[in-house]
């Protein structure tokens, strides 16, 4: 037996004991608790391996509660520095750069293990041995269509592969067709690419057929909101669950339930809120601010006190009937991602439950100018389906907006947008292709 397969399997045996102990306990909080603490112990002795971290006096002293925050642009800046150079290494990827340049990020047999077994912990909720899954992710540099696939293996479902962004190999009419022979019960996509697919789906006059064997659309890649995913439910005609956050640098920290309850995944994150004040606080239901987290299940990029950015809020895990009972975690979005609206602050968040409430629009675009005369502008994209005038649907959401205190000088709807503005994940950021700086 290689040494891949004999890292490979004692991490799946311990993963699995884990499993078991949690699913014994009901996921009760002492018991996860107990949990965080022996994998923390661990963390210390990987961390005296890092050239960033081993040398400062809070990990020198195992004092969790008063080490540094690392921020992004540190990991940024020097990420080999925080990297354990042990030669075990087996995956190398990198992030998207959608927030600054690349960060390379290897990983070990450990890290790909144990971030599978931790997701599909939920995700086997929704995935059942036999079922056919299709991912409509990409599965170069970054990790996110090796973790669908792993934990599809994992949980004995039929995996096909088939983003359809995948020059020469895939692309939209063979989506289409692979749709028709493969018939899946589940999808993983991003929000942007599965509204995208709709849109076109609809020209054809194909949705219904293409749909058919379809029960459930599990987004990821990006961050998607209620009323987007009630909208692609009710096109569906299938159960939409926000299925993952997490990043190339931090692993999976929240998995979604099949109630489409995003839960922290506390046996391998300890999770804070660093609020406004800049003070860190733990992650406790009914608070929110800049999610920092530490990486229980990082053997060759642990972090200690990372902050990811993202504004999350949590709420109490024992209201959703899937009775895992971990918190639940709602992201808002990147903080760096807000825009200022006629002098107030807007988030992605705030904009699509506004705009994807509103069956007759597929998209939008944010269009601002500075200077001495600020404006903005709201482009709506009408359905391909809807034909009547754009004058009381503009007016609609330009009401709501208002309600919100947002005023936008003009609101207007045009047939289609650039595919860009809502092509998902890889093909875009929000802030970078959403918003249009016209000064």
């Keep these: 037996m290689s040494n891949f397969h004999r890292r490979s399997a004692a991490a799946c045996a311990a993963a699995e004991r884990e499993r078991q102990t949690l699913a014994a306990a009901g996921f009760k909080p002492d018991v996860v608790t107990r949990i965080q603490g022996e994998k923390l112990a661990q963390l210390w002795e990987r961390l005296d391996g890092s050239p960033r971290y081993r040398d400062l006096p809070h990990v020198r002293a195992r004092d969790f509660a008063g080490a540094p925050v690392t921020e992004k642009q540190e990991v940024k800046a020097d990420p080999f520095g925080f990297v354990r150079d042990d030669g075990s290494h087996v995956r190398y990827y990198e992030t998207?750069?959608?927030?600054?340049?690349?960060?390379p990020t290897p990983r070990a047999v450990e890290d790909v293990v144990w971030n599978t077994a931790s997701v599909a912990t939920v995700w086997s909720r929704t995935l059942r041995p036999g079922d056919r899954v299709a991912s409509l992710l990409p599965s170069d540099v970054v990790p996110v269509g090796d973790l669908v696939a792993s934990v599809a293996e994992h949980l004995d479902c039929m995996l096909l592969r088939c983003y359809p962004f995948a020059q020469g190999m895939c692309d939209w009419d063979r989506l289409e067709e692979l749709f028709?022979?493969?018939?899946?019960?589940?999808?993983?996509?991003?929000?942007?690419?599965?509204?995208?697919?709709?849109?076109?789906?609809?020209?054809?006059?194909?949705?219904?057929?293409?749909?058919?064997?379809?029960?459930?659309?599990?987004?990821?890649?990006?961050?998607?909101?209620?009323?987007?995913?009630?909208?692609?439910?009710?096109?569906?005609?299938?159960?939409?669950?926000?299925?993952?956050?997490?990043?190339?640098?931090?692993?999976?920290?929240?998995?979604?339930?099949?109630?489409?309850?995003?839960?922290?995944?506390?046996?391998?994150?300890?999770?804070?809120?660093?609020?406004?004040?800049?003070?860190?606080?733990?992650?406790?239901?009914?608070?929110?601010?800049?999610?920092?987290?530490?990486?229980?299940?990082?053997?060759?990029?642990?972090?200690?006190?990372?902050?990811?950015?993202?504004?999350?809020?949590?709420?109490?895990?024992?209201?959703?009937?899937?009775?895992?009972?971990?918190?639940?975690?709602?992201?808002?979005?990147?903080?760096?991602?807000?825009?200022?609206?006629a002098g107030r602050p807007i988030s992605v968040e705030n904009v699509e439950s506004v705009v994807y409430a509103v069956p007759e629009v597929t998209g939008y675009l944010i269009q601002l100018r500075g200077g001495d005369q600020p404006a903005a502008r709201l482009v709506l994209e009408r359905d391909v389906d809807f034909t009547g005038p754009p004058e009381p649907v503009a007016g609609r959401i330009r009401a709501r907006f208002a309600e919100l205190g947002v005023t936008w000088n003009s609101v207007v709807l045009v047939n289609q947008l650039p595919a860009l503005t809502k092509a998902g994940a890889s093909q875009k950021n929000w802030k970078r292709t959403n918003v249009e700086w016209l000064d």
């Design 96 to 103: 998207s750069g959608s927030t600054g340049s690349p960060t």
């Design 180 to 341: 028709s022979r493969f018939r899946p019960d589940h999808v993983f996509v991003a929000p942007g690419v599965m509204l995208q697919w709709t849109r076109l789906l609809k020209q054809r006059g194909r949705l219904d057929a293409v749909r058919e064997s379809l029960r459930t659309a599990l987004l990821l890649g990006e961050v998607s909101t209620a009323p987007m995913r009630a909208r692609l439910a009710a096109l569906w005609d299938c159960r939409v669950i926000d299925a993952s956050y997490g990043s190339t640098e931090t692993g999976t920290i929240g998995a979604g339930c099949e109630h489409d309850r995003m839960h922290l995944l506390l046996p391998a994150h300890i999770a804070e809120l660093r609020g406004e004040d800049g003070a860190i606080r733990p992650a406790r239901p009914g608070d929110t601010g800049e999610l920092v987290t530490t990486t229980l299940n990082n053997h060759t990029r642990p972090l200690l006190r990372y902050a990811t950015g993202d504004i999350g809020g949590v709420l109490p895990g024992d209201g959703c009937p899937c009775g895992l009972g971990l918190p639940v975690l709602t992201i808002h979005g990147r903080a760096s991602d807000a825009v200022s609206v």
